[in-house]
């Protein structure tokens, strides 16, 4: 995938092609960029697995089989001037979009297989752990937004359009985009919640990296159970991010032009999030809470607090 990256992007140099409003290229050099990360942290995920990694890295071995049939097919239709995904033009173009839809199915699936596998290992870091399997679960329904996809779209019809599916929402695709990302900038694009919930798989790991970075700097994040709920509050908020992302999408709404009713969502979201963040370092334990005072220089010493003993005979003459 790092190969097909370096190709795809001198292809978008020497290539001026363009194909669905987009240079011809870019659609393989976003993909094998996307599949390098996300083949990473799964690699990195297998690696912590106490117990069965014969079956976490059959797993594996899956995932990037049909990534590498995926890839074969978009680079092939590249070459070939066509659209990978969606085109039905011909009885080939079809067969290789519907195998394209084998492949992703059996992709899920066995990161389906790796999800259950973290789900039940035993991991010491509960923090790494916790980001983890929600950034598996997350990765999972961002790929099955893919499904979304290739239903209809308005006016398509199987048999008798060229093209069925679309990942815009509202608007044709090919339409006026944002740069870099392609992403519609006149109605919704499910490819938005796509690319969001896959990379969580790297930025919910992060987090926890982050922490461990600040830890020795701020004591109260050396406490595992702050890291966990710190994590936990990240992972509700990367999922509640994803949702509206999602939402916002299905409704035929771009990204950058969102309504009063999605900014107040979203308003909501970083409340819940600033509200969970306070929540659990204001109730973090405080550095040094529980240990015994030290001594200082003006303490009385033991011998100056132990009574004298004559002291101690006039308290018992006076008992008697």
Request: no cysteine.
């Amino acid at each position: 995938m790092a190969v097909t990256a370096v190709v795809s992007a001198v292809g978008l140099v020497i290539d001026d092609r363009v194909l669905v409003g987009a240079p011809i290229w870019a659609k393989p050099f976003k993909f094998a960029v996307s599949f390098v990360s996300y083949s990473l942290s799964l690699a990195w995920m297998l690696s912590l697995l106490p117990r069965g990694r014969r079956a976490g890295r059959r797993a594996g071995t899956v995932v990037a089989v049909a990534s590498l049939g995926e890839m074969v097919i978009i680079v092939g239709q590249v070459v070939r001037g066509k659209r990978s995904h969606f085109n039905v033009a011909t009885p080939f173009d079809e067969a290789l979009f519907n195998t394209m839809a084998v492949t992703v199915v059996v992709l899920w699936t066995a990161t389906l297989v790796i999800a259950v596998l973290l789900l039940r290992a035993r991991i010491a870091d509960r923090a790494a752990a916790a980001a983890m399997r929600g950034g598996v679960l997350l990765a999972l329904a961002g790929a099955a937004v893919g499904f979304l996809m290739t239903r209809p779209a308005p006016g398509q019809r199987r048999g008798e359009s060229d093209v069925v599916g679309a990942h815009s929402v509202g608007v044709p695709d090919g339409g006026p985009a944002m740069p870099l990302t392609g992403w519609s900038t006149t109605g919704g694009d499910l490819r938005i919640a796509h690319f969001v919930g896959m990379h969580a798989l790297q930025l919910l790991p992060l987090v926890v990296m982050v922490l461990a970075v600040l830890a020795p700097r701020r004591p109260r994040l050396a406490d595992d159970r702050v890291r966990l709920r710190l994590v936990r509050v990240a992972s509700g908020t990367y999922a509640a991010v994803f949702a509206l992302v999602l939402w916002q999408a299905l409704r035929g709404q771009p990204l950058l032009r969102p309504d009063a009713v999605t900014l107040g969502a979203a308003g909501a979201v970083l409340l819940a999030a600033a509200a969970g963040t306070y929540a659990t370092l204001r109730g973090a334990p405080r550095p040094g809470a529980g240990l015994p005072p030290r001594p200082s220089d003006h303490s009385p010493s033991v011998a100056e607090t132990r009574p004298s003993a004559e002291v101690t005979g006039a308290r018992k003459d006076l008992v008697s």
